[in-house]
């Protein structure tokens, strides 16, 4: 099994940052990709980000969602199975519960952001953007 676990969420005003942590634990050998969700009630959850955690990727392993380029960076720290999501300039709308999610595939293909290819979630950390 795979274990993942959200940290970092919080409120911040418009303008403002903050940073997701992603730790993960157990047979982490049983993916390479990670992806960033977000989802707000009673909407579909959405794919931020995901990116390739094996030690040969590059930032070309990277995706991004249109609504979040330029504002938020995916990054990865091996020795300790940790994902980063930088998150910069945020706005109302990027409020919500934020998911880490692990998965075994093409990371950079179209479907990168899409919820079926990964097979392992977190529990969640909530993001509140007041303007």
């Known amino acids: 099994q795979v274990q993942l676990m959200e940290s970092g969420g919080g409120s911040v005003q418009r303008g403002g940052s903050l940073r997701l942590s992603c730790a993960t634990s157990g047979n982490t050998y049983k993916y390479f990709c990670l992806g960033w969700f977000r989802q707000v009630p009673g909407k579909e959850r959405e794919g931020v980000a995901v990116?390739?955690?094996?030690?040969?990727?590059?930032?070309?392993?990277?995706r991004y969602a249109d609504s979040v380029k330029g504002r938020f960076t995916v990054s990865r720290h091996n020795a300790n199975n940790t994902v980063f999501l930088q998150m910069d300039s945020l706005k109302p709308e990027d409020t919500a519960t934020y998911y880490c999610a692990a998965g075994r595939f093409l990371c950079t293909s179209p479907t990168g952001l899409m919820e079926f290819e990964y097979s392992y979630w977190g529990q969640g950390t909530q993001v509140t953007v007041s303007s």
């Open positions: 990116i390739h955690t094996g030690a040969q990727a590059t930032d070309r392993d990277i």
